[in-house]
């Protein structure tokens, strides 16, 4: 019978998972910011343009759940909560997921540069839950 705890190896600056979901979620902080700023800007780079100026404070609201898409993993990473950074960031894929299907009903699947840039952010997030869920030898 083991009388010491081992030492659990640490996951943090040295994980490639730790820089990509830093670098997604930064990034989404980004969109979000520029969607509060330049809410017609975001929306075109989202995909689907405002009909009319009413429609920014959509995207402002958009921004604001971005914001907090990203602000909500940076606890957990300066942490260096690694299970929990796993559980969030998988539960968050459903975002680009969604995102995906909104832009293939809206635009059709012509619009093959916004179906890209949200189902190559989901892809990213699926693999890198992988990373994140992997046990560490």
């Not at 404070?57 to 940076?74: E, N």
């Not at 559980?87 to 699947?109: E, M, Q, R, Y």
Request: glycine letters at 10%.
């Amino acid at each position: 019978m083991e009388t010491q705890i081992k030492e659990q190896p640490q996951w943090g600056m040295h994980s490639t998972s730790y820089w990509i979901t830093l670098l997604l979620a930064l990034g989404i902080i980004f969109i979000g910011i520029r969607f509060i700023l330049q809410p017609q800007v975001g929306a075109l780079g989202y995909g689907i343009a405002f009909r009319d100026a009413g429609d920014a404070a959509y995207g402002q609201v958009k921004g604001i759940r971005d914001i907090f898409s990203g602000i909500v993993l940076l606890p957990l990473l300066i942490m260096r909560m690694r299970k929990a950074t796993a559980w969030v960031f998988a539960a968050a894929t459903v975002v680009p997921l969604g995102d995906f299907l909104i832009i293939a009903a809206t635009n059709g699947s012509g619009d093959l540069e916004h179906l890209l840039v949200h189902g190559l952010t989901a892809l990213i997030m699926i693999i890198n839950c992988f990373l994140l869920f992997a046990k560490r030898p």
